[in-house]
């Protein structure tokens, strides 16, 4: 039988010197166990990887992955931003006060790009087609606000997400039309 390497041991013993307090948590069969110093320090690890050579960039966690309240709050304090993908993302990201949300979703709906047209001053929309840059317009002139956008490339156009994003020889006339 191989031991585990001493890393490993360390991991977790970490969390077996705390099996009396995982153990109280009430629960009704379900319970978030959050080591928020651990993702904290993660977190900070990661961004500091990618600043020391692109100081520039920003960070998004995707709340597809994990919409644990707490764990967003953690991460929202260690400076990421959202990646939402529907309007119960993009409610919930609001309603726990992130101020910078990416709303990347395919297929977006009129009242969700109305919801992120709401919240201009802290989202962007990843626009998807020529027909939501125009629907967004629309919306946008409506609620008289300006939405930050970006676009999502394909860089597949035939394959299986293909209708999501705009085709590289397409984005000059896309980019055209943006700032028209």
Known sequence: MRLPDANLERFVRRYLARRERFLSVPSDGAAWLLDADALRARA???????????????????????????????????????????????????????????????????SELRLAAEHADRVTVLLDSFGELERLERIADAAGRDVRAGVRVSTDPAGLWGKFGIPPGELPRFLREARS
């Open 44 to 110: 900070d690890a990661f961004r500091g990887t990618f600043m020391a050579t692109l100081p520039d960039c920003a960070f998004y966690f995707a709340m597809k992955s994990n919409s644990c309240p707490r764990l967003l709050e953690v991460l929202f304090d260690a400076g990421f931003g959202i990646d939402a993908s529907g309007a119960p993302e993009l409610e919930t990201a609001f309603r726990l006060g992130a101020r910078d949300v990416v709303f990347s979703g395919p297929g977006k709906t009129d």
